[in-house]
């Protein structure tokens, strides 16, 4: 089994990544693979809308989104972890998942999922929301812990002061690691994941 977790922080080693190492040390004593993922600082497109992906399964722009969606094939589960920038994730990650969501939406359906926030005061809850909708909107369980997934400081060595924090990361690890699991027995047993029907509304007569 294996998780991605990915970086949306403009710091490839700081306090988001601090969050997210605890994580994975946990996963990785449960016996789960990890690959961590920085979407990196490189020029990063928005979605335009256009809709292209609709007709080849990926998204018209060919960067790290593509080269992401198609390392997710073979993912279990994921852990998209950002900083807090005015009550939000970081635009970057918002960007990245918007497309990645977007075009290649089949490829997380139904695999567990989790928002990991670092701040140095305020905003994580609100952003915490923001980055699970991705995950309710394609039919993914969401993961928690014992707390909000979050962690507290300005910077690495602040957020490894963080003992709450961390304890929480350890917990959503053990999370993750026991759902993963669970649905790899119950369909070793022969459940099926359920077929969603899916019908749009449009509200303009």
């Known amino acids: 089994m294996k998780v991605i977790l990915v970086n949306g922080s403009s710091h490839k ?22 690959i961590n993922y920085f979407i990196g600082n490189d020029p990063l497109r928005d979605c335009i809308g256009c809709r292209k992906c609709k007709d080849t399964g990926k998204c018209v722009f060919d960067d790290q989104v593509n080269e992401f969606t198609k390392m997710a094939e073979d993912a279990d589960g994921f852990v998209f972890g950002s900083p807090v920038y005015y009550a939000h994730p970081s635009a970057r990650l918002l960007s990245f998942m918007d497309r990645a969501f977007y075009s290649a939406g089949s ?27 991705y995950f309710g909107i394609t039919s993914m369980p969401i993961v928690t812990s014992t707390y909000w997934n979050q962690g507290f400081g300005n910077n690495k060595d602040e957020s490894s002061e963080d003992v709450e924090g ?13 759902l993963l699991k669970s649905l790899k027995i ?20």
């Open 13 to 34: 080693d700081g306090a988001t990544a601090r969050m997210l190492k605890e994580v994975e040390n946990t996963l990785n004593s449960e016996g789960i693979e990890t």
């Open 107 to 133: 490829v997380f359906f139904h695999k567990p999922a989790a928002a990991v926030l670092s701040a140095r005061r305020a905003g994580c809850t609100a952003s915490y929301d923001v980055i699970n909708k």
């Open 166 to 178: 961390l304890n929480t990361m350890r917990n959503l690890g053990k999370n993750m690691a026991w």
């Open 186 to 205: 119950a369909r070793e047993s022969g459940l099926e994941e359920p077929k969603n029907d899916f019908e749009r509304l449009n509200f303009i007569r």
